[in-house]
T-cell receptor, first 115, second 113 residues
Framework: SAVISQKPSRDICQRGTSLTIQCQVD?????MFWYRQQPGQSLTLIAT?????????ESGFVIDKFPISRPNLTFSTLTVSNMSPEDSSIYLC????????????FGPGTRLLVL | GENVEQHPSTLSVQEGDSAVIKCTYS??????FPWYKQELGKRPQLIID?????GEKKDQRIAVTLNKTAKHFSLHITETQPEDSAVYFC????????????FGTGTKLQVIP
């Protein structure tokens, strides 16, 4: 497995503002993903964070709303922009290790409440 | 794209009984099927996974079965304990280096002491 940390662990934000969430892994990983988990719901993939290039977004998610960076193999950020109460959710990063490995390991999540 | 359905959404069992959670998937190209357990306020954690070249896999009290023809797979927990209480998610992925995983809707398992 991998040791994955996220910052912040939780936050309360005002609508219209933006929040950047960081995901740090203890060693190099192959793939990094960002998920959203709304209260009582399943995990929905927002995007795949690609090192040194633009992230690959899933249907329903756009770069202007969720800009993502991945400057190296161990670090990624997700920004939730121009927030509204509907963005209140848990945001999780996940990683895979090893070429061709399918197993995803999750970070502890960032619990976001937008007022 | 892939669609994963999961049943039941909630499940209550007496301690010591067995619990079964079932999932179906739509994409015949899927060949990797992980199961995650998420305790309240915690991250999802992988508990077992199975690949399409295997019909069944067991790890202590947990087993997973896969029927590729019918496109369904199941999680079996025997001798349930209160600490098994959590939300369980099944998932499916094409694997082979394409690592996007589609999750089921989750099953909230309650084990009653």
């Amino acid at each position: 497995s991998a040791v994955i940390s996220q910052k912040p662990s939780r936050d309360i934000c005002q609508r219209g503002t933006s929040l950047t969430i960081q995901c740090q892994v203890d060693s190099q990983v192959t793939m990094m993903f960002w998920y959203r988990q709304q209260p009582g719901q399943s995990l929905t993939l927002i995007a795949t964070a690609n090192q040194g290039s633009e992230a690959t977004y899933e249907s329903g998610f756009v770069i202007d709303k969720f800009p993502i960076s991945r400057p190296n193999l161990t670090f990624s950020t997700l920004t939730v922009s121009n927030m509204s109460p509907e963005d209140s959710s848990i945001y999780l990063c996940s990683v895979t290790r090893g070429q061709g490995s399918e197993t995803q390991y999750f970070g502890p999540g960032t619990r976001l409440l937008v007022l | 794209g892939e669609n994963v359905e999961q049943h039941p959404s909630t499940l209550s069992v007496q301690e010591g009984d067995s619990a079964v959670i079932k999932c179906t998937y739509s994409d015949s190209a899927s060949n990797y099927f992980p199961w995650y357990k998420q305790e309240l306020g915690k991250r999802p954690q992988l508990i077992i996974d199975i690949r399409s070249n295997v019909g069944e896999k067991k790890d202590q009290r947990i087993a997973v079965t896969l029927n590729k023809t019918a496109k369904h797979f199941s999680l079996h927990i025997t001798e349930t304990q209160p600490e098994d209480s959590a939300v369980y998610f099944c998932a499916a992925s094409p694997g082979r280096g394409y690592q996007k995983v589609t999750f089921g809707t989750g099953t909230k398992l309650q084990v009653i002491p």
